[in-house]
């Protein structure tokens, strides 16, 4: 049986687990005076029943699927002659895969050698001999499961809590998936951080005022000067994300409270969605709308009133980026607002409120915590963007707070260093793992502040 | 208090001072009304420039799109000569598969225009007609072999240059040397023309095929599929789990430094550039795991990893919103703390879990960044049949079309975006239809 | 509806996990590296996959630096059997290569890449000399370029015209890959470095210091005149038409491709066109490389056929497929020379470098 009809067997048998559980739970109620004799209901003897079958025989799945791989080709690698298996483990590897494409009905590159179609030959009669023993053990635990929790069911058996034991476990599990990716990502730059941190000291990459990563490519080489101060690059995400909040924020919070207070109910319905298309605009299409059309016309507009103009200008960035997160802002705040309760503005009606003056004084106020909350969401989202900036920012690192001058953002510096043509120890590289650590740090500090904030100010309506 | 002293004090003063009083509200009244018709506009306005915003975009895509979905093709009459393609009469699959079907377009062409001489004219002339043709030719050949010495009318693909001629976007006014196609291509285009060989059909390789350097022969079908199972793989992981944390962190988490841990982590990896969770699937689920590079599977596992913060934090807002009355009512009446939440509040906060998780898949539709460091990146032709074979998605298929030099991907890249829109749009549709089922305001 | 949402994931999980391990084997040739190449790669791969029965090759695009990184972290399936480069191997990169495994790499040199400075159609031409490229883009100049006082200082000049008289009096800016690129590295080599020699003191510093000699030939000026314009080349010039005032600097295909909108200019009074970037005469255009892993071949399916299409006349000739794309072909003893080590799986020796 392949896994996958393995699954469709196992999850069959857990549903019969369910209906035969709730018999039970059924037969045993009317041998002691009724269902109300039972500690929980029917349903959960029969959903008590259906984990114990389900679970044990997943776990052994999941564990089995990952071995067995394995386990396979280290069993048909002991058969391959002698001299294969001298050779590097690598190697060993390489005639493996010629094996497994074998097995598979690939077309192999040269000539079958006779071991290796051995070896294939080997391999498939021991999958055959794996697959039935992962059957029967399968089968065999549900088989288990199921008259360990046939034998349960009795009726001071607390099968609710027992459930719902289960469950919090999920859900504590879930819960903490959070912590497992915040790690992975910490190790996954950590390391290469410190190594970057080798050639250039941490207080010049964070307090450095200069950066401009032209070092050699080639050994033959003097890139120049080298420097590796993100200051420039901290100061040009502010910037662009701060232009993209001044469009966002307002727009976005207005279009909110129109849709919510004012629009008659058709008009917010076409009008929500519409803008969530805004964005799920893939960031490419801004990134080319950004350069092509926003850019020159910036770039026009400013020389026609005598300023001058970087034809990268973080203004047309920003704006651009400014229109994706309209959206974020809108669609977030305009949750929040709706969770106010109607009881509050039919009082503040009461008092002979207008009703922008309701939304204003009370209803705002009510939802800021929230609203607050989407913002921040609606920053982040900002700062790493990636390919508007990449397209319309351009490279530049200058320390500016001027918008009509070229600035670049931490994100575009990470993609440059990464998927450049230098050498791959290089510093250069390294730093981009190094900007990935900062901009992490970053925003752990900025989140911790603003949930202080929040929690701080945050009401609880009824 | 001070509203009762004034009522007073009119009690007192007269019918005189009350007229005023009122004057002064109505006064009032005028300005209140301003401000509340001036913020009304505000918010009209906003929405408008939102809408203007996505009009003036897609309006923008369309003009550049709309004919990407249009291809040239040129009539052949080709004589599949046996002694090209099969001259030993085997009809043997490897035989036919790798005949020079090169020579019988050339031939055909020749026939068509036999003044064309030298070698540098054939190659002009060949030019005319897709790389693809030949392939055509061949899968013909391959299915019914016993099509071998016949002569078939064929519709085969014009050359993404001549389809540009077509379509406008080559303009013949300019001198030779700056255009693709030379005087003597458009003189053998103009011939075609009047000898209706030209045509404009809906170009179905946009819509069917994989990846290819050939304008005429690429298509977006492989970046759709690769799309869907990632997709599949990232709904499929980050709702559950999204939902089942934000259940777990709203309703039962207690208050402590754990959970307080939880919550900052959770705020911070929503602001986590996306390019970081492409460093993050290259560390662990290639190196650490070792996992197949260029995989769905994988990215699917990026992109749910990276849309989860989102739903959390959405599904939570969801929650939050559901009355605590809700809650109190259920456990007055019995019901066990897990019940109360899965048998009331959870379904009443599921339309804005909805919400969150809608705009949590249309980002991760649309991420390009973090799908670059786990091989996505990438030319490929095969269609994917599974989760684990090579693929690129959409956005990924965009960036790479919007890179390549060759003129007639400019409107192919529009076209790709249009339809990654159409898949947005339906996908927001079908929030509209769960929210106006299930939305109400308390 | 949660309880089965989660069934439904873990049961979808599990059909995954069970699909990882019956698919595991690599049925086709996976390839890395340079997005200069990649345009050329990708085209050989399409026309290998569709004439032969193998399967069409993975290309993916991850810069030189990236690829070699990928293709030197071992020998195994997990790993890629081909990377592009558009600049040479290190011998650093060779090193780390043997750590890890890789000993035997067969390089494939495939052709030349010219590099051109291009403006809008409209805009006046340029009749440039790798001097005024120098004086213009370098971020030290020599101190009155005239007057031959052998120092340096900051670059001083906001004009073409007050780079040479001859040039157009527009303010210079110039859009560019950025430092991590190996165009940009080219272009410093070939166009800056060659202007900076016209100085007779800073020739002789070469033989002196040659670091001090590099530092002042190869640094590009960051003052706003060169625009990192990132590796976008069709970016690159839609901006130049936006801006008829630019300079873009980007591979010959992309100028071969938007003929109809922007103009090469002459460098050292050659245009760029095919023939003359072809026989040298066009003083920027640098070569473009592949390297193989040898223990993979004949055990990844199609290598070796790979091999043989890429350095097939069809492909890389004069007349062949790639000149189509812009590739600039070498000429026939050299492609002769590099199709023998390709077919002999001979491995790389840098000590001839």
Known sequence: ???????????????????????????????????????????????????????????????????????????????????????????????????????????????????????????????????????????????????????????????????ERVVRVALVACSTIAIFTTVGIVLSVLFESIRFFQYVPVTEFLFGLEWSPQTAIREDQVGGSGAFGAVPLFAGTLLIAGIAMLVAAPIGLMTAIYLSEYAPRAVRSVAKPLLEILAGIPTVVYGFFAALVVAPEIRGFGESLGLSVASESALAAGLVMGVMIIPFVSSLSDDVINAVPQAMRDGAYALGATKSETTRQVIFPAALPGIVGGLLLAVSRAIGETMIVVMAAGLSANLTANPLEAVTTVTVQIVTLLVGDQEFDSPKTLAAFALGLVLFVATLILNVIALTVVRKYREQYE | MSNTSNAKREKGAGSKTASRAMDKVHASLRKRYRAEKRFRAYGLISVVVGILFLVVLMASILAKGYPAFRQTFITLDVYLDPGVIDPEGSRDAEVLRLADYNRLVRGSLQIIFPDASGRTERRKLVALVSNGAPFQ?????????????????????????LDMLMKGRIDRSLPESERRLSDLQIGWVDTLIEQGRIHKRWNKALMTRGDSRDPEMAGIWGAVKGSFYMLVVTLLLSFPIGVAAAVYLDEFAPRNRWTDLIEININNLAAVPSIVFGLLGLAVFLNFFGMPRSAPLVGGLVLAVMTLPTVIISSRAALTSVPPSIREAALGMGASKMQATFHHVVPLAIPGMLTGTIIGMARALGESAPLLMIGMVAFIVDVPQGFMDPATALPVQIYLWADSPERAFVERTSAAILVLLAFLIAMNALAIYLRRRFERRW | MIKKSLTAAAVATLVMTGSVGAQSARDRIHIVGSSTVYPFATVVAENFGRSTSFKTPVIESTGSGGGLKLFCAGVGVEHPDVTNSSRRIKASEVELCASHGVNEIVEVKIGYDGIVMANDKKAPGYQLTRKDIFLALAKAVPNGAATGVDSMIANPYKTWKDVNPDLPDVKIEVLGPPPTSGTRDAFVELAMEGGCKSFEWIKALKKADKSAYKSVCHTVREDGAYIEAGENDNLIVQKLQANPNALGIFGFSFLDQNADKIKGNAIDGVIPTFDDIADGRYPVSRPLYFYVKAAHVGVIPGIPEYLAEFTSDKAWGPDGYLSDRGLIPMPETERGQFAKAAKSLQPLKLAAN
């Open chain 2, 137 to 161: 030719i061949q899968g013909l050949v391959m299915e019914d072999p016993s099509l071998v010495g016949q002569t078939l009318t064929l519709e085969v693909p014009a050359s993404g240059d």
């Open chain 1, 1 to 163: 049986m392949t896994a996958s009809t393995l699954l469709l067997f196992v999850a069959l048998l857990s549903a019969a687990g369910f209906l035969l559980g709730r018999k039970r739970a059924f037969g045993i109620a009317d041998a002691h005076g009724g269902v109300k004799s039972l500690h929980s209901l029917p349903g959960h003897y029969g959903l008590y029943t259906a984990i114990w079958v389900a679970v044990p025989a997943l776990l052994l799945l999941i564990v089995w699927q990952s071995l067995e791989p394995a386990i396979l080709s280290e069993l048909v690698s002991r058969e391959l002659p002698a001299e294969i298996q001298e050779l590097p483990p690598e190697r060993v590897g390489l005639i493996m895969n010629d094996v497994k494409n074998l097995v598979a009905g690939n077309f192999v590159s040269s000539a079958v050698s006779p071991e290796i179609s051995e070896a294939a030959e080997h391999w498939l009669s021991l999958e055959t001999t794996f697959r039935w023993i992962r059957t029967l053990l399968v089968a065999g635990l549900t088989g288990l499961g199921f008259l360990f929790a046939w034998r349960l069911i009795r009726p001071e058996l607390r099968a609710r809590n027992r459930i």
